[in-house]
């Protein structure tokens, strides 16, 4: 018995360790308006979804800004959030939480800015009005002239290739539709092969992959996926009677790829790499075979 209880704790004890999620300010007494640097920092599983942060923390706290995720190690990153005040006084900041973790709540305190009431109140100063010198006609005439000259000239060249393709009657090459899947999985491994999201793309890379699932579902399911949201999409695979794997495998990579094109958050590698796997998982699973 005692072994087991000793093995229990040994097992929490190091859980615990595995997995740090902390988010700190440098300093916990700012002026009103001054932008107060927090630091979210999380160590432990490289698959941890990262937190998507709106316009406020709370009715009191504006976020003004987020940095980009840094990864520091395979499971160890941090990311820089800047975070002001218009109001006096003590401000709670709530837990910060994704999946099981969270951390812990912290206290800001905002005070008013310092006044001198032995100063007079100056006037507001009237705008400064300067004249208009030549230099600065001259400069105006020279790119008028220069727009002018550049609009006449495509102008020219318009008549010109409208006159010379006139009578030319140029036969529409016909070309045979090549089939849906080939093409899903000729996008597929020129994404894969791209790898994008390692330098800087990562919105351009999940908007080509929720391009290739969407297109996909349209010609497997017969359903709408292309303009619509990633909650229409669920509904509609719902209501197929389709297996609850694919419905949520369809899900995370929507969901994680609206959050990297409108959330403005990046997610790290191995997130990006686990969608890329999912999407071919699905591409296997549920596609004809390609002869």
Not at 17 to 38: C, D, M, N, R, W
Not at 61 to 83: C, N, R, S
Not at 282 to 291: A, F, N
Request: aromatic share 12%; proline share 5%.
């Amino acid at each position: 018995m005692r072994f087991k209880l000793f093995f229990i704790a040994f097992f929490c004890i190091q859980f615990s360790y595995a997995e740090k999620f902390a988010f700190q300010p440098e300093s916990s007494t700012h002026l009103i308006g001054e932008q107060v640097k927090f630091t979210l920092s999380y160590e432990g599983n490289e698959a941890f979804a990262w937190p998507i942060f709106e316009d406020t923390l709370t009715k009191d706290l504006e976020i003004i800004k987020t940095d980009k995720i840094d990864t520091l190690a395979p499971g160890k990153y941090q990311q820089a959030i800047f975070i002001t005040a218009w109001d006096s006084g003590y401000f709670i900041v709530p837990p910060i939480q994704s999946g099981e973790s969270q951390t812990a709540p912290s206290l800001l305190r905002f005070n008013t800015l310092p006044v001198n009431p032995q100063q007079d109140i100056k006037p507001i100063k009237e705008q400064l009005d300067t004249p208009f010198i030549f230099a600065e006609i001259q400069e105006l005439v020279v790119w008028i002239s220069l727009g002018l000259l550049l609009l006449i000239g495509t102008i020219l060249l318009l008549i010109y290739f409208i006159k010379k393709n006139r009578n030319k009657t140029v036969p529409e090459p016909v070309t045979p539709p090549r089939p849906t899947m080939e093409v899903l999985w000729e996008r597929y491994y020129a994404l894969e092969q791209s790898k994008v999201w390692e330098t800087g793309g990562e919105k351009e890379f999940q908007f080509e992959l929720s391009l290739i699932l969407r297109s996909f579902l349209e010609f497997k399911y017969n359903t709408r996926a292309l303009e619509e949201t990633t909650k229409n999409i669920t509904i509609q695979l719902t209501s197929l009677g389709l297996d609850r794997k694919l419905k949520d495998d369809v899900t995370h990579i929507l969901n994680f790829s609206d959050m990297v094109k409108f959330a403005k958050q990046k997610g790290v590698f191995s997130q990006h790499e686990n969608a890329l796997n999912i999407l071919k998982e699905t591409l296997e699973t549920h596609s004809e075979h390609i002869g």
